[in-house]
């Protein structure tokens, strides 16, 4: 896609998204809420995640519709941990070989901490 002048999605160093790495947002509020809900609209919880993390970052309490936001991105950004975990925890015990295994479950265990930290940081936030 090319970057339009008024276009909603935002040219970050990393690629195209929702500005998930820029290093200075000029959005209220508003416009991270406006943004949180397209990512959900488009299926891109992480990108929604990012985005209830900015309004957590300029707004420490939220009404209940931004309340349900947060949950909602935190909820689909664990899931997707969970899941994968689930997964990989069947297709290790299935490896014969045991470099391959030690491989398997150390890329479980980092989507694990992930888990973990972003279940820390959903409970440091509330």
């Not at 609209?41 to 349900?68: G, I, P, S």
């Not at 947060?70 to 899931?79: F, G, I, P, S």
Request: aromatic residues 6%; glycine residues 2%.
């Amino acid at each position: 896609m090319r970057n339009q002048p008024n276009s909603l999605i935002a040219n970050t160093n990393d690629g195209i998204g929702l500005g998930i790495n820029s290093k200075k947002s000029t959005f209220t509020v508003e416009d991270h809420i406006f943004r949180a809900r397209l990512a959900e609209k488009a299926l891109r919880y992480e990108d929604m995640l990012v985005q209830m993390r900015n309004v957590l970052d300029l707004k420490k309490k939220l009404t209940a519709d931004e309340r349900n936001l947060l949950v909602v991105a935190y909820k689909n950004a664990v899931t997707t941990r969970r899941t994968a975990i689930r997964h990989l925890s069947v297709y290790c015990k299935k490896l014969d070989e045991a470099k391959l295994t030690q491989i398997c479950e150390q890329y479980r265990e980092e989507i694990a901490n992930e888990l973990w930290n972003l279940c820390q940081e959903l409970l440091s936030n509330t």
